[in-house]
Nanobody, 123 residues
Framework: QVQLVESGGGLVQAGGSLTLSCAAS????????MAWFRQAPGSEREFVAA???????YLGSSVKGRFTISRDNAKNTVYLQMNSLKPEDTAVYYC?????????????????WGRGTQVTVSS
């Protein structure tokens, strides 16, 4: 049974940094796309970043230049480094994994989801 477990969320001041981790178990995702989405209260789930199975990365326009996604295949873990955080980055952040190597920003392309970790950015 595949499980994705996020960690690293918390409360941070605007301009600060956080690093989220997502550990996958019950399967290996070396050649699969993994991604981060976020959802703020009253809003739809928003694509944040993806790391494709070939090592390429893809960032959403609202976080480009501030966030970085990376993966450690030996640890079956994907990371989201978040810098220059803004209050509008406040949301629950979800890790997702796909059976496919390449995916896009569409949440329906992902097959497995974590339960999420809260990130709150104070002004």
């Amino acid at each position: 049974q595949v499980q994705l477990v996020e960690s690293g969320g918390g409360l941070v001041q605007a301009g600060g940094s956080l690093t989220l981790s997502c550990a996958a178990s019950g399967g290996t995702f070396v050649s699969n796309a993994m991604a981060w989405f976020r959802q703020a209260p009253g809003s739809e789930r928003e694509f944040v970043a993806a790391a494709w199975g070939d090592g390429q990365t893809y960032l959403g326009s609202s976080v480009k230049g501030r966030f970085t996604i990376s993966r450690d295949n030996a640890k079956n873990t994907v990371y989201l480094q978040m810098n220059s955080l803004k209050p509008e980055d406040t949301a629950v952040y979800y890790c997702a994994a796909a059976l496919a190597t390449y995916t896009g920003a569409y949440s329906g392309a992902y097959d497995y989801w974590g339960r999420g970790t809260q990130v709150t950015v104070s002004s």
